[in-house]
């Protein structure tokens, strides 16, 4: 199985900051990576998939960039509604897993 | 607009057996493959299942394979999960999810329903 690592676990900003949330893959996925924001007591919400495609209606502050094995989600100039968990995915092939998640709180 | 609505939650004894459903609508779904992903309470998400979008091929965690058993009724514009021999490690909000890819799986969630806890206790 691939296994998904995200970092930071937590990461305390402030309105206006750019932020990044790294995720590394096990063993080389291509551009197979999803992102997902969570926010309490909500389902996940889909925003960028095959590592860079922006979901429709996600703001365009929301940037995914890496291939292979290390992948980045930057949120440039946070807005209060970002302030939620962040996962990866793999979407290579089943099973898929998830990257632990990534905290982004108010600083 | 694309909608999942999930079943309520319940509560069962480990050893149990539970029927999950999601009903779907919005879109056209007997073109889309489902996934089921499940999440225990404050922890991550984590796969369970998937199933095409003809029903004909399923797939599993290993950590469920053997004891769940996916399934969708198109005609309904439903997707099942049953659950089997539940364990307290199953405990966990259990979400329906519609695949991005029409006719065959992209392997990624563009629309999740709402969620329904499912604890398993005595």
């Known amino acids: 199985d691939i296994e998904m690592t995200q970092s930071p676990s937590t990461l305390s900003a402030s309105v206006g900051d750019t932020v990044t949330i790294t995720c590394r893959a096990s063993?080389?996925?291509?551009?197979?990576l999803a992102w997902y924001q969570q926010k309490p007591g909500k389902a996940p919400k889909l925003l960028i998939y095959?590592?860079?495609a922006l979901e429709s209606g996600v703001p365009s502050r929301f940037i995914g960039g890496g291939s292979g094995t290390e992948f980045t989600l930057t949120i440039s100039s946070l807005q209060p509604d970002d302030f939620a968990t962040y996962y990866c995915q793999h979407h290579n092939i089943s099973p898929l897993t998830f990257g632990g998640g990534t905290k982004v709180e108010i600083k | 607009e694309v909608q999942l609505v999930q079943s309520g939650g319940v509560v069962v004894q480990p050893g149990g057996s539970l029927r999950l459903s999601c009903s779907g609508s919005?879109?056209?779904?007997?073109?889309?493959?489902m996934h089921w992903v499940r999440q225990a309470p404050g922890k991550g998400l984590e796969w369970v299942s998937l199933?095409?979008?003809?029903?004909?091929?399923?797939y599993y965690a290993d950590s469920v394979k053997g004891r769940f058993t996916i399934s969708r009724d198109n005609s309904k514009n439903s997707l099942y999960l049953q659950m089997n021999s539940l364990r307290t490690e199953d405990t966990a909000f259990y979400y329906c999810?519609?695949?991005?890819?029409?006719?065959?799986?992209?392997?990624?969630?563009?629309?999740w329903g709402q969620g329904t806890l499912v604890t398993v206790s005595s």
């Open positions: 199933i095409s979008w003809d029903g004909r091929s399923t």
């Open positions: 919005g879109f056209s779904f007997d073109d889309y493959p």
């Open positions: 095959r590592a860079s």
């Open positions: 063993q080389n996925i291509n551009n197979w």
């Open positions: 999810a519609k695949d991005d890819g029409f006719g065959t799986s992209l392997y990624y969630f563009d629309s």
